[in-house]
Structures are given as C-alpha cells and as structure tokens.
Nanobody, 122 residues
C-alpha cells in the first residue's frame, strides 16, 4: 500500500509559477513510476506528466511540454511538478499517482492522492 499526499497548489496569476509536491509513504517509493494528472471542472481527468522509477526518463502532455517539469527525489520519497508560465487553462485539481509504468494511461496507476487545487487567473 502506498499513500500519496499532494501539496503546493494555490492561486496564481497567468505567467506565474507553482511547484507541486507529492509525498509518498508505505512501500518503497523508488519501485514505482509516478505520474501527474489533472481534472478541470466539467472535464475528464487527463495526463500531465510521468517519470520512470529512476527518474531518468520523463513524458509530458503536449499542452504542458516546455512549461512543466516533473522530477523525483527517491531519498525523500517525493515527486515534484514545477509549473512555469501558467495559463488559465491550467486551472484544475492536480493528482499524483503511483504505478508500475510511466504512462499516460490512468488504468496503469494503482495509487492516487487526494488532489491539490491550482487556479490560474487571467
């Protein structure tokens, strides 16, 4: 069992930055690939970014590539999402997830956090 807790969300103006954190407890963090997803009001949850167990390879949705960076610190059992040049359309609840593969498919992730709200004002 893995417990995931996100933090770092908030209200920011367009063009600003936020860094989300996801702290994991339970089984060995380094044995899981990690992903970030988001869900805007009235929309389906969508993939944002993912990172392999070792942290060497990352994947991004086209809508955030070049603006967001996913990273992990296995010594701290934490995965991060650095979000720069935020846009109003980035407004959503952001979720971290742990699974066996770094993929955009939600069904590949076994554990999910409770989410953290990110609101970008224009």
């Amino acid at each position: 069992q893995v417990q995931l807790v996100e933090s770092g969300g908030g209200l920011v103006q367009a063009g600003g930055s936020l860094r989300l954190s996801c702290a994991a407890s339970g089984r060995t963090f380094s044995s899981y690939a990690m992903g970030w997803f988001r869900q805007a009001p009235g929309k389906e949850r969508e993939f944002v970014a993912a990172i392999r167990r070792s942290g060497g390879i990352t994947y991004y949705a086209a809508s955030v590539k070049g603006r967001f960076t996913i990273s992990r610190d296995n010594a701290k059992n934490t995965v991060y999402l650095q979000m720069n040049n935020l846009k109003p359309e980035d407004t959503a609840v952001y979720y971290c997830a742990a699974g066996s593969a770094a993929t955009m498919r939600m069904r590949e992730y076994d554990y999910w956090g409770q989410g953290t709200q990110v609101t970008v004002s224009s």
